[in-house]
């Protein structure tokens, strides 16, 4: 069994709470959900548990796919060190970063 990204995860739990509403039991908006992302029944039923408890439509967030770049070996020591004292992945950090960076105008030429 693989686990769900957090994109498909935030889709279910959107299309569980249409289902929810526009089904006529919990069992039929399960099913529903089950066929319409091929999982068990079982899992669609935690979809809608979930979905009940929050209430509402959730963000869903952008797909993250690999970017490889070159950096030098001491800015990569650099990250992997403070990554290490932060508790946070690379990729959290290089995100960060270039988020604060596009955001101050720096990254428009």
């Given amino acids: 069994?693989?686990?769900?990204?957090?994109?498909?995860?935030?889709q279910r739990i959107n299309?569980?709470?249409?289902?929810?509403?526009s089904e006529k039991s919990l069992s039929g908006?399960?099913?529903?959900?089950a066929r319409r992302y091929r999982?068990?029944?079982?899992?669609?039923y935690r979809y809608i548990r979930e979905a009940e408890l929050i209430g509402k439509q959730i963000p869903v967030p952008?797909?993250?796919i690999?970017?490889?770049?070159?950096?030098?070996k001491n800015?990569?020591?650099a990250l992997r060190k403070y990554a290490k004292s932060t508790g946070q992945s690379l990729s959290e950090i290089v995100t960060q970063a270039l988020e604060a960076f596009l955001q101050n105008g720096r990254g428009r030429g």
């Avoid at 069994?1 to 498909?8: A, E, G, N």
């Avoid at 690999?66 to 030098?72: D, G, N, P, Q």
């Fill in 1 to 10: 069994m693989t686990r769900s990204s957090k994109p498909q995860h935030a």
């Fill in 15 to 21: 299309t569980a709470l249409v289902l929810i509403k």
């Fill in 29 to 33: 908006a399960a099913t529903a959900l």
């Fill in 39 to 44: 999982i068990s029944k079982r899992q669609a």
């Fill in 62 to 64: 952008d797909t993250k």
């Fill in 66 to 72: 690999a970017f490889t770049v070159k950096l030098s």
């Fill in 75 to 77: 800015l990569i020591e």
